[in-house]
């Protein structure tokens, strides 16, 4: 069942249109937001609306590649140079020939890492590794970033070549705070999700219009998985909560400090 994207602004409007139109054209995709604004939800849409569905989809942490990890598991071939360079290893782009894969916190990858993977992108294979059977990959990348990668490029923060490579389409998710008309429709779903799913809370009441009005005038610094977490807290509370400033004091986040 492909994960609905909830919402009637304009901003959502134009990211469902967007994602209609350039999710079968196989280019690679950047999507770009702040924490929690639902970055994998598009990431979910873009493939089940592409010609790859149902063929390999993997997702990799960039924030948690270490370097024996990404020998490991990025690199497909021994590029040691030796004579047996020609060995081909298990890795991650052979196995998902033909699928998706999906670079999650591409702005966190290491400057090494980012030079690294550059080749297999390019999909050049003089590039790759020079190999006595050279073997061509046929991957459609997704990636997504909360921080401006056009900036870090200009720091030189990250490589130009690889934003440019990744970048093809970019898809840039508003921040709840600035679509707070998606907010009731959010709490909605959510409720009736979750209650449902919790303890059998299905006859639950949704949350009265006071605590609605709460809910649209707050700020959401975590976005809709901050959004997410309160609407558990209050099934769980069985709406005892006075007000949002109650559910939001007993769990406080640092919200910085998410990926």
Not at 72 to 79: G, L
Not at 119 to 139: G, H, M, R, S, V
Request: glycine share 6%; proline share 5%.
């Amino acid at each position: 069942m492909i994960p609905p994207i909830i919402g009637k602004s304009r901003a959502i409007r134009n990211i469902k249109t967007l994602i209609s139109r350039v999710a079968p054209t196989g280019e690679n995709i950047l999507i770009h937001g702040e924490t929690g604004v639902g970055k994998d939800l598009v990431a979910q849409n873009l493939y089940h609306q592409s010609r790859r569905v149902g063929k390999p989809f993997v997702k990799v942490n960039c924030a948690g590649l270490t370097d024996s990890l990404f020998e490991s598991e990025i690199s497909c071939f021994d590029q040691t140079g030796t004579k047996d360079a020609s060995k081909k290893k298990s890795g991650l782009f052979e196995k998902i020939n033909g699928g998706i894969l999906y670079l999650d916190n591409i702005d966190l990858l290491s400057s090494a890492h980012q030079s690294k993977i550059l080749p297999f992108l390019k999909n050049d294979e003089k590039a790759i590794i020079e190999l006595k059977t050279p073997i061509q990959t046929n991957i459609c990348v997704f990636s997504s970033a909360r921080q401006n990668l056009e900036k870090m490029v200009k720091e030189d923060k990250f490589n130009p070549s690889l934003y440019f490579r990744l970048s093809t389409v970019r898809i840039d998710i508003a921040p709840l705070r600035d679509r707070p008309e998606d907010i009731p429709l959010l709490i909605d779903y959510y409720f009736k999700k979750y209650a449902s799913a919790y303890n059998g809370h299905n006859a639950m009441a949704l949350p009265d219009s006071r605590m609605v009005d709460e809910l649209c005038a707050y700020h959401w610094p975590g976005n809709v998985r901050e959004l997410q977490n309160l609407i558990k807290r209050i099934i769980f509370s069985e709406n005892t909560a006075k007000n949002i400033s109650d559910l939001i004091d007993n769990s406080k986040v640092g919200y910085e400090n998410l990926v």
